[in-house]
């Protein structure tokens, strides 16, 4: 899942603030007067997506993919293209970003909503396992049927959020026609004739972070922004810190030298899939990004800045 995130505001237009997904969800229309209509669509969508892919909910389709012990799975089209999303990640991150770190994650503490999640537990008492793989994972779109190994877990979060976040700004900013911004717990994805001077973005390792607060702002005028981050989703294990991003090579929580990557891409998707890639690649991020020519800005844990691709130099 994407972690540390921007502080999304717009120089101009109407904000709504809320906690869904465990996160800090907001909504910002151009029109003021669409603001709450703008609400309402977006809290349709998000609960959709937790219906079809949380893996907290005993009701939701992932979990009953995951009760199935192996067997093929009819799904819905919502769950059908945030699989096909999920596995599409996959593959332009080279396995590094990947949905079947499911067990692992859960094995490291996060087994529930993150507010809910333990903060101080006891040492780890296994040896972290790498995950299955997403080649495992069998989807058929035209037929909606998804086949997941037994005890194989998918954890579709940062990519379905990040997907969430595209779709959402699409068709509110149609349905209303205005220009919107969403951002989903640091994922931020636009759509629509933006403000004048674009949509203006403070970075910080929180969403929560009131906009004055953030340490360094940036604007985007079309496609999605997202950043990835170690400091914020944290909870204990002994002496160990962990986070929630995960590097499937290993099954343990990734262990790169940046505590915070922002990305900017022509999606949401893609910003968020590259911002956690470069968590886990660590020192070899800064070629993976440039290589793929996505400004990025990444946050060492000593506090240097390090930017690539175009992004605008710290002043």
């Known amino acids: 899942m994407s972690g540390g995130s921007p502080a999304g505001g717009a120089g101009t237009g109407a904000a709504r603030t809320f906690r869904a997904l465990g996160t800090t969800i907001s909504v910002v229309t151009v029109d003021p007067d669409a603001s709450a209509a703008a609400e309402e669509l977006l809290r349709a969508h998000l609960d959709a997506l937790d219906l079809a892919c949380s893996r907290f909910r005993p009701d939701s389709e992932i979990s009953r993919v995951h009760a199935a012990g192996g067997a093929p799975v009819e799904i819905s089209p919502l769950l059908v293209e945030i699989v096909a999303a999920s596995l599409e990640v996959a593959r332009f991150t080279d396995g590094i970003v990947d949905p079947t770190v499911g067990a692992a994650v859960e094995s490291i503490g996060y087994d529930r909503d993150f507010d809910s999640v333990e903060r101080q537990g006891p040492a780890l008492d296994h040896v972290p396992v790498p995950a299955a793989g997403w080649r ?26 990040a997907f969430a976040a595209d779709r959402a700004a699409r068709e509110i900013g149609a349905a209303l026609a205005t220009g919107v911004l969403v951002n989903l717990g640091g994922d931020i994805a636009v759509a629509g004739d933006p403000p004048d001077g674009g949509w203006v973005i403070g970075l910080a390792a929180d969403s929560a972070t009131a906009p004055e607060r953030t340490e360094r702002v940036v604007a985007i005028r079309s496609g999605g922004l997202a950043s990835s981050g170690t400091g914020v989703r944290t909870w204990h294990r002994g002496a160990r810190v962990m986070h929630h991003i995960v590097d499937p090579r290993t099954g343990d929580v990734a262990q790169g030298p940046w505590s915070l990557v922002s990305v900017a891409a022509g999606t949401c998707l893609v910003a968020n899939a590259a911002s956690t890639a470069a968590i886990v690649f660590g020192e070899d991020a800064v070629a993976w990004l440039g290589a793929r020519s996505l400004p990025a800005r990444l946050v060492r844990d000593s506090g240097a800045v390090v930017t690539v691709a175009g992004w605008p130099a710290d002043a």
Do not use: E, I, N, Y
């Open 136 to 161: 495992c994972v069998a989807l058929d779109a035209q037929r909606g049927v998804l086949d997941v190994p037994a005890g194989v877990r998918l954890d579709l979060g940062s990519s379905a959020k």
